[in-house]
């Protein structure tokens, strides 16, 4: 079976990373790919930065390939996630051989709740001074991304929360996830997400996998990002029942758009973790081994503190599958 | 005038340090302290973390320098913000000479919001699996946190929010923070509060002051804890209309509580702080530096890797006055 990918390049450098991580799907197996529109670019085309054709495509594809999007980047990732039913955004930062890092010893996966906390948005302007934010915790939702870490770590994880103030939700979250934990065997240690924000710079080797709430997976593994040298190189997946959606960490990156000089790796990387979700594990090894080769040795961009282009970098890492 | 200050150690490595922060108030001014509980150990005795009295005694006092609390931190300092009107919590993260720091080049102050956000607390259990969390944001507490952020840093600040997901309640903060700034010349930055994570390990030197909403302000704090070295050496301020409360960042530290050994270093310049708020500037700056001097090249604790004692520090920071 040809299994249909949606390819979403965006806006920025997202149009010149995604072409690479397409190349390298089709080198490596037989896709069929629908390309579909969003971002600023539609969105001052058309008044809408998320045509409802892209929501449908991307909710009818086995998985998508995300590049980035401008301004209108909440507009268009969000609503993509609940597309996919998407329920856990997966979010591995690790330091490469080769690569600058300031805590190289990092290797922390986040796997972070993806439907609700802040993010289901209820919002109401109660008055000329007040404004109110719903933050939103179900134990239906925390069971199910449990269910996925204690298949994903069987081994044990760490629950970052805010519990000891959010006593109501955040307990709810915690004691949702440690009791499907518990009923698996499974060992979860508990840190608070602002001890965590100490503790991980400091000592980054002592966490492996951290299931967290929305907000909190978002800024821990951005903190993360940093002590592996930035969201250049940093992959995502946000899972869901029946499909998913791949896309780098970084985003639009207006400074250097449109020069041809962007780093492809994160979004290689982000195609590598698609390729295992659809099954195919060893194309994706052989993916992130091509990508960690080149980090190691080859061409780099300047990001990197190298002069070679996107396509360069593309090249090479092709040329090593 | 004598003023007051209200000193509660509290639990663990509080009923440590507190006594050295207070000789050493005793050493550079006159003072009538007055002694209050709160904690686990009088949660113990009365089932009450946070006796009336003790409240009414901060409320009262011109300062309070507090300590630590176990397991019921939260349902003390809480209360105890708020007993001081506390609309600013500052904290900075500096990294001093002689002191092993991820990030020796950070030196940035955070400028908290106290009083609302996720911490207002209005949590309801709708059903068996729904819990929420009512975020509360106002305008007047917005500006007031800006009214003390342009005096503090007239030479300009970041605003770190989400406002791209937490449009209405976030939005609001920036909006107001920025207004307040705008009338008063003070130039301000916006960051993303996920983007500020990444790039404060990356780039510390960048940042100066950031103004943040509650829980951010909570996280991004204790990063750059991380950053400098750890939560030993980071005093804090929350700091109402009328008077204040001064505590170290660092918690009741369990697995050295009863030692002697705990690092006072916070806690002293927690009470620097406390003198420069009653009008004592020369006096804070004297205590400020005896403490650098002290870390520079004096005895240490065995968190920075000497052997000395929480008095032997204690008495080195004295004989430095
Ligand atoms: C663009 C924004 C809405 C998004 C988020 O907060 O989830 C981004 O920061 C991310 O982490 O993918
Ligand atoms: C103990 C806890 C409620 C508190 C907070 O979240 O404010 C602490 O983390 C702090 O930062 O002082």
Do not use: W
């Amino acid at each position: 079976m040809t299994e249909t990918v949606a390819v979403i390049e965006g806006d920025g450098v997202g149009r010149e990373v995604v072409p690479v991580a397409v190349d390298v799907l089709d080198a490596v197996g037989e896709f069929s790919f629908v390309h579909a529109e969003a971002g600023d670019a539609v969105a001052e085309r058309t008044g809408d930065p998320l045509p409802s054709a892209t929501y449908e495509t991307v909710a009818d594809a086995d998985a998508t390939l995300f590049g980035a999007a401008g301004e209108t980047a909440a507009d268009v990732i969000l609503p993509l996630r609940e597309a996919v039913g998407s329920f856990v955004n997966v979010r591995p930062a690790r330091a490469y051989p080769g690569v600058d890092a300031l805590r190289p010893e990092t290797d922390v996966v986040f796997l972070r709740e993806n439907t609700e906390g802040v993010y289901s948005g209820h919002e109401d302007r109660l008055s000329d001074d007040l404004s109110t934010l719903t933050r939103v915790t179900t134990t239906s939702a925390s069971e199910r991304l449990a269910e996925f870490a204690v298949e994903f770590a069987p081994e044990g994880f760490h629950i970052a929360h805010k519990a000891n103030v959010m006593r109501e939700t955040d307990g709810r979250f915690r004691d949702a996830v440690q009791r499907v934990a518990d009923a698996h065997d499974v060992a979860t240690e508990e840190v608070l997400m602002d001890a965590f924000a100490t503790r991980l710079p400091l000592d980054p080797a002592s966490f492996d996998v951290v299931v967290c709430p929305n907000l909190a997976g978002d800024v821990l593994s951005d903190l993360a990002a940093g002590l592996v040298g930035g969201l250049g190189l940093l992959p995502s997946a946000n899972i869901g029942p029946e499909n998913a959606l791949f896309e780098p960490v970084h985003g639009t990156a207006p400074d250097i758009a449109g020069e041809g000089i962007a780093n492809p790796a994160a979004t290689v990387l982000s195609a590598a973790m698609l390729l295992e979700h659809l099954g195919y594990d060893e194309d994706g090894t052989r993916v992130r081994e091509a990508v960690e080769s080149v980090l190691a040795d080859g061409p780099r961009t300047p990001d990197l503190g190298g002069d070679a282009s996107t396509g360069g970098v593309g090249d090479a890492i092709l040329g090593r599958l």
